[in-house]
Each structure stands twice: as structure tokens, then as C-alpha cells.
């Protein structure tokens, strides 16, 4: 069965950074598209970032762009969340997910909580 | 950029139906996506591709989508159905995935 399983949150200070790993298993990781969404505490979902199956296409959020970068390294079926930068308004649970089809997520993780805070 | 908006909450009695809308400017190209969220848990996935059900997804959950409106319905409402409810499309224009805002459902 399909897992993916976020590491990497944790406190950190307004300026900081963070790298946010994914590791996934149960199915043919470099084949899928992935992107990361976070949720901030009490509010909706928010799209962050989107990379294709071979890393060669990259999209980012406008509030991320310039601080964040994702990446995957398809050897080790894994996808990275490199953040930069970080502000307050980063403070989320940030979610792995697997794109199936036409742009939707079949698949998430369970979450991984960053705050960003002094 | 492209803006989704979905009414904040909705409320139905138990085995009546529930309507839950999410326009956009010509949404109606677009492939549309709906997912629910239970308090502490992690997003799923309940239609895509406008009207698609994922496997294991009842069939009380069905949806549509045309000109500036798309409709996620969920016929005879059961309580464990309460949950928060997120339209989803690609904006092509931006390369940008857009979530609308979430739509509270409370099941009277």
C-alpha cells in the first residue's frame, strides 16, 4: 500500500531554515508527479509546491517562491521541501502528497508541523 | 491568479442531501477535485476529474461541474460524512494547483 511518511518539522526562528524530507513507498515512486501542501493552524489547505516525475519541472506557490525548493532524489524514493527564509506565516503542517491523474492527490502523509516563531 | 470560492459552512439533517458548491471564473474547463478532512487528520481524496469516484468512496458521493459552478453532492447524509470539504483545480494559466477555501459540513 502507498505510504508516505514527512519528517523534518520542528521549531525554528523567523529567518531560519528547514529541510522537510518524504520518504514513500508501495508504489513506483519516480512516476508520479508530488508536490507538498500545507495547512496553517485552523485554516485551509494551501498548495506550495509541485515537481514532476523525472525533478525536470518545478512549480512554486507565490508565497514561497525564491525561499523554497523541492527537489527528489528517485534513487531513494524520497521528496525534500528545502526552506529558506522562513516567516511566521510558514507556521503550518506540511503535507507530502502523491498526484494521480489530471492534477489531483491521490495520496498524503500524514504531516509534519513547522512553526516558525522567537 | 486564479480564485476558487466555496461557501464557509453548510448544514443538513441525517439521510437528507448535501450541496456544496465551489465557483470559479469558467470553472467548467477546468477537471475539478474534492477532497474531505476529518479534525486531525490528513486530507482524502472523495472525487476528481469532476465527477470520478476513487475506489472505496461510497457511491452517496457524486459531483458536476458546468460554466461558473462546480457541485460536490452527497446524497443520504450520514454523521461520520461531518467534515471540513476543499474543491481543487490546475490553473493552467499559472501553473498554479488552487484550493478553494473549505466548506464546514455539520451533519444536523
Known amino acids: 500500500q502507498v505510504q508516505l511518511v514527512e519528517s523534518g518539522g520542528g521549531v525554528v526562528q523567523p529567518g531560519g531554515f528547514l529541510r522537510l524530507s518524504c520518504a514513500a513507498s508501495g508504489f513506483t515512486f519516480n512516476s508520479y508527479g508530488m508536490d507538498w501542501v500545507r495547512q496553517a493552524p485552523g485554516k485551509g489547505l494551501e498548495w506550495v509546491a509541485f515537481i514532476r516525475s523525472d525533478g525536470n519541472n518545478k512549480y512554486y506557490a507565490d508565497s514561497v517562491k525564491g525561499r523554497f525548493t523541492i527537489s527528489r532524489d528517485n534513487s531513494k524514493n524520497t521528496l525534500y521541501l528545502q526552506m529558506n527564509s522562513l516567516r511566521a506565516e510558514d507556521t503550518a503542517v506540511y503535507y507530502c502528497a502523491k498526484l494521480g491523474g489530471a492534477w489531483y492527490v491521490d495520496y498524503w502523509g500524514q504531516g509534519t508541523l513547522v512553526t516558525v516563531s522567537s | 491568479s486564479y480564485v476558487l470560492t466555496q461557501p464557509p459552512s453548510v448544514s443538513v439533517a441525517p439521510g437528507q442531501t448535501a450541496r456544496i458548491t465551489c465557483g470559479g471564473d469558467?470553472?467548467?474547463?477546468?477537471?475539478v477535485h474534492w477532497y474531505h478532512q476529518k479534525p486531525g487528520q490528513a486530507p482524502v481524496l472523495v472525487v476528481y476529474?469532476?465527477?470520478d469516484r476513487p475506489s472505496g468512496i461510497p457511491e452517496r458521493f457524486s459531483g458536476s461541474n458546468s460554466g461558473n459552478t462546480a457541485t460536490l453532492t452527497i446524497s443520504r447524509v450520514e454523521a461520520g460524512d461531518e467534515a471540513d470539504y476543499y474543491c481543487q483545480v490546475w490553473d493552467s494559466s499559472s501553473d498554479h494547483q488552487v484550493f478553494g477555501g473549505g466548506t464546514k459540513l455539520t451533519v444536523l
Open positions: 476529474d469532476d465527477s
Open positions: 469558467n470553472i467548467g474547463s477546468k477537471s
